[in-house]
């Protein structure tokens, strides 16, 4: 292929014994001594001084080492919801690893292998010879400081201008700098400046969403742009995707067991219970909408309901169901110092969720404030067009206009009486008529 250009030096390389070219060699197989090409070795070192210079640039660090070979695809948790969750993420940050664009969020508790995920696609595209700027929000900033200072290396500008324009930028941690006005500001201006330009950019943040700045928060959950991937859930969390502590009677109500053919009921209300059995199972496999089941305590309107969360749950689909009193009461008691769950994230997790389910609609206490809780609540999901089920004992018109008004809105949702009388006097009746058969024998 080629010969050596200085046979004299005694080095390592066969091929250039230290030159760092060689002669390439012409079709008769001598060597082209009017020229020179760099050698294997030479384009290695060049190779190996670009891979440095990447990889110092990147900020990476002690993170080097965090590769996709180096992490589990479905990731350290013991649950199957976590599991799937995770490889979600690992499955996404590999395509993104492959083509940056757009933007990519993880978020979850400290431990749940976020930043891995992060530095794992810092590395891949430093492997591939692709720039790359991984910074945590609190560096960031305290680099910015700094930058003002007369021994900085670079200007503040020339600084910010670097950031703001890498041709991707992680930002681990996000949430963890201290939130100065002069923070927020900066770090408004990065994020916007990315969003708009629609620059690549990889986020990590153990801070719920509902708790981020509201600017920040619309940039990292817009769909245009990127996803966000939930890593490990917490209790607040897992209650999309299981049953909360408590609700172990309607963790039993299901499609399988709901006998809308139950005795001592008249035609028509056999076949308006089997109406809304079909009505509440159709919801179940695509939510969409609203469903109000109306009708008397033990018509079974709660366990259509509960049937619902119990089908999208064994699919491993979102749902939240909530019983309206219960919720409440753990709204009041979020405000309380020593309360596991700030007020705020509570109520914004059950108005956003994905599919609400709220259960004994209008037997909590008609306060003000609980009034204008539940209009929040109810007015945010009408105007989201967020898939809802409510159950309730009272009729329309017994209920705050505000909110009724949204409930019989017939473009959004769709108002069902259940005619079936309570089936707990079905049971009575039964239990009598067992006990005549008894006494009889």
Not at 226 to 249: C, I, K, Q
Not at 318 to 328: G, I, K, N, R, W
Not at 336 to 357: A, G, N, W
């Amino acid at each position: 292929m080629a010969t050596s250009s200085n046979p004299e030096k005694d080095a390592s390389c066969p091929l250039c014994h230290g030159a760092g070219f060689v002669y390439p060699l012409l079709p008769d197989g001598k060597p082209d001594f009017t020229s020179v090409v760099p050698c294997r070795c030479a384009l290695s070192k060049i190779e190996k001084e670009r891979q440095d210079n990447l990889e110092k640039t990147s900020r990476i660090g002690a993170l080097s080492s965090l590769t996709f070979d180096e992490l589990a695809p479905e990731g350290r948790s013991g649950s199957v919801i976590c599991q799937e969750r995770f490889r979600a993420a690992y499955e996404a940050a590999r395509r993104f690893a492959q083509n940056p664009v757009g933007w990519i969020t993880f978020t979850g508790p400290s431990g749940c292998g976020k930043t891995h995920l992060a530095a794992a696609i810092a590395n891949e595209r430093i492997n591939n010879g692709e720039p790359v700027l991984f910074i945590t929000a609190s560096e960031l900033l305290d680099h910015l400081r700094s930058a003002f200072s007369p021994e900085s290396e670079l200007p503040y500008d020339r600084l910010f201008a670097q950031i703001k324009d890498a041709p991707l930028l992680i930002i681990d941690d996000l949430g963890s700098q201290q939130g100065t006005p002069w923070a927020k500001e900066k770090l408004d201006q990065l994020l916007n400046y990315r969003f708009i330009n629609r620059l690549p950019t990889v986020i990590t943040t153990s801070t719920p969403l509902e708790e981020l700045e509201e600017r920040i928060r619309t940039r990292l959950t817009d769909l245009r742009l990127g996803l966000v991937y939930h890593l490990e859930t917490d209790e607040l969390d897992a209650m999309e995707f299981n049953w909360a502590p408590g609700l172990e009677l309607q963790k039993t109500m299901t499609f399988a067991n709901f006998d809308y053919r139950r005795a001592n009921l008249t035609t028509e209300e056999k076949q308006n219970l089997e109406q809304a059995y079909r009505l509440a199972f159709d919801f179940a496999r695509a939510p969409e909408n609203w469903i109000v089941f109306m009708g008397t305590n033990g018509c079974g309107k709660t366990h259509l309901a509960a049937a619902i969360a119990g089908y999208r749950y064994q699919a491993h689909k979102p749902a939240m169901f909530v019983v309206v009193p219960e919720f409440l009461d753990h709204l009041r008691s979020a405000f309380s110092p020593q309360s596991k769950l700030s007020y705020d994230r509570l109520f914004e997790k059950v108005k956003m969720t994905e599919l609400l389910i709220l259960d004994d609609f209008g037997e909590q206490e008609t306060t003000p404030w609980a009034q204008e809780k539940l209009y929040q609540l109810i007015n945010y999901r009408y105007n989201a067009k967020l898939p809802t089920v409510i159950t309730t004992s009272r009729s329309l018109d017994e209920i705050e206009p505000r909110i009724s008004s949204r409930l019989s809105d017939p473009k959004m949702s769709t108002p069902f009486y259940i005619k079936a009388p309570d089936y707990r006097c079905d049971l009575d009746a039964r239990s009598s008529t067992r006990r005549r058969k008894q006494r009889n024998t």
